[in-house]
C-alpha cells in the first residue's frame, strides 16, 4: 500500500499545542497534554482513524529543580530517538517572511490494528531567521509575539503539513484549546467555495473545538493592528469573527465550528455563560486507563476482570476483587511511592500513617496551601486524631510570580514543621512520578476555587488505583462525588465566589472532614476504608475515562452526517 492511500485512511485531525507522549519527550507542561496524549491512547485503542499534530517542543517545558531559594528552571532533557524525521517540508508566511516548517513522526500503538501518528512541527531549519527557527523550541515561551507566532505554526503549518504527508481526507478537524484555531483560517483561506457564508458553512461542517478554561487569562487574546503584522491575510472582516478589534484565539475556534464542548458538565455552564452566542456542549474528561493504573492495580484487574483493557466499563466488575487483595495491591503501590522518596529526597515515610497527596499547576485559584490555613488546627487533628503524611508536587508557569511563591510557602511550612509532622515536596512533577502520586497516597486532595476548574484529571488517575477523592464542588468532582460512596466534599455547592469567605469556609470544611470522617474511616473502619475504594474504582474509573470520552465524540460528532 502507497503511503498517501496508506494516510487517506485517516479521518480525524487533532490539534493540540502539548501532547504528553511519554516522559522522556517533553512536549507538554501539564493536565491539557496529558488528556492530548490520553486521547490519542484511547483512539489507538478502538481503532479511531486520528491523529495528532503538535510543535516539536525540543527544548520542552522546563525541569524544576528546587534549590534554597524555591524554584529554579532548566532546559529539559529530550529523547529525540523515538521520533523518526520526515523530509516533508511546508512554508508559512509571518509577517512578510517566508518561514520553512519541518516535521517529525511518533507512533502510538494500542489495541487497535493501526498506530496514531502524532506529527510534530519543527522549524529549527536552515534557511529559517534564528526568531523563526527558535519558535518550537521552548513550549509556552515568554512574550505576545512568541506565542502568537508559535500559534501561527501550529494551526496554519499543521494543515499545510497534512495535505504533504497525503492526509487529504481528513473529515474533523479537532482544535484542542484555542492555540490551534488557526488551523480553521488556513482552511478557510483554502476552501474552494465562491462566497465567505460557504466558506464559513464549509469549515463549521469540519471543526470541532474544546475549551479548556473557564479563567479568562487561559484565553490567548491579541490586538488586531498587532495581529495583522504577522498574518496579514487573516479574515478580520467576517462579521463576528473580531469583536472591539481585539483577536481572541478562542472565540476564532468557536466562530468557525460546528460542535464546541466543555470539558465537564459544570464547565459547560460557565462556559455558556463566558460565550452566549454559541450552544456548548459538554462532553466530560477522563484519562486513559491503562496509563495511569499502577502495576500492582493492573494485575489484580487482570486476574479478577479480565476484560478492562478492552472496555474499561468493566472496571464497575470491581466487586468480584476481595477487599484485602485491593488492599494489598494499594499497600504495594504506596511503598513504591515511598521507596522512590526515600531514594530522592532520604525521607523516611511510614507505610501504615495516612499519606495526603496534592499535584497540580501552581496557581492562585487551586490554593494549594488551603491545607495549612489553619496550621494549628491541622496538627491538633495529626496529634489527637491520627496521624498524617503530606505530599506535595507540581510547577508553576515560568511567568507566574504568584504561582512560585505558593510554591516557597509550602517549602517554608515543611522546614518550620518538620519535627511535627512529615510534608514532602517531589520535583519535577512528570508523568513518571504523577504515576507514582495518584497511585501511591491514601487520598487525593483538590481544593479549586469555584468554578475555576474546567474540569481536572488527576482524581480520576488516583479512582483508577482505588484512592478517593476529596475535592471542593468544582469541575468533574461534581459529577464523581457520591456522599459517603466515593470520597468527601469540601464546602458545598455555591452560588457565590466570595474568595476570602470561601478560603475560612473551605478551609473549616477541610479539617472537619478530615477530623470527623476521614481519618476515623481509614484508622478506625479499615475495612469500610476498603469499601471506599472498591467503590472509587467501580464508580469514577469505570467512567471518567477517554475511552468513554472519546466514544461520545463518536456518537455526538465525529461521524455525525452534517447537512
Known sequence: MNQEKKNGKYKIAYFSMEIALENDIKTYAGGLGVLAGDTLRSAADLDLPMLGVTLLNDLGYFKQKIGKNG???????????????????VKIKIGKDDVLVGVWQYLITGRGEYPVPVYLLDTNIAGNLPKYASLTG?????????????????????????????????????????HGSLAAVELFLNSKKRKNEDKIRDVRRKCVFTTHTPVDAGHDVFPLKFFLEYQKDFPYKLKGLVDKKIVNMTKIGLFFSNFINGVALSHQKVSNKMFPEYPIHAITNGIHSETWTSPHFQKIYDKYIPNWRNSNLSLRNVFNIPLSVIWQAHQRSKKDLIDYIYKKQKIKLDLNVFTIGFARRFTGY???????????????????????????????????????KLIKDILKMKEQYKDEIKIVFLESYEMKLGKLMTSGVDIWLNTPL?????????????????????????????????????GWAIGEKRKSFNSLE????DAESLYYNL?????????????????????????????????????????????????
Open 366 to 404: 487551586k490554593r494549594s496551601n488551603l491545607l495549612f490555613h489553619d496550621i494549628k488546627k491541622l496538627l491538633n487533628i495529626h496529634h489527637n486524631i491520627g496521624q498524617i503524611q503530606i505530599i506535595y508536587a507540581g510547577k508553576a508557569h515560568p511567568n507566574d510570580v504568584d504561582g512560585k
Open 502 to 505: 470561601l478560603n475560612k469556609k
Open 71 to 89: 524554584q529554579e528552571e532548566l532546559k529539559s532533557n529530550y529523547n529525540l530517538s523515538k521520533l523518526k524525521k520526515l523530509p516533508n517540508k
Open 138 to 178: 521552548q513550549l509556552y515561551g515568554s512574550g505576545k509575539d512568541y506565542r502568537l507566532m508559535q500559534e501561527i505554526v501550529l494551526g496554519r503549518a499543521g494543515v499545510k503539513i497534512l495535505n504533504s504527508l497525503g492526509h487529504k481526507y481528513l473529515k474533523k478537524f479537532h482544535i484542542n484549546e484555542g
Open 515 to 563: 477530623e470527623n470522617k476521614i481519618l476515623p474511616r481509614y484508622y478506625g473502619v479499615p475495612k469500610k476504608w476498603q469499601e471506599t475504594m472498591q467503590n472509587t474504582i467501580a464508580i469514577n474509573a469505570s467512567y471518567f475515562n477517554t475511552e468513554r470520552m472519546l466514544q461520545q465524540y463518536i456518537q455526538e460528532n465525529y461521524f455525525v452526517s452534517e447537512s
Open 450 to 486: 469555584p468554578p475555576n476548574e474546567a474540569s481536572g484529571t488527576s482524581g480520576m488517575k488516583a479512582a483508577h488505583n482505588g484512592i478517593p477523592h476529596f475535592s471542593t464542588l468544582d469541575g468533574w468532582w461534581l459529577e464523581g462525588y457520591i456522599k459517603d460512596k466515593t
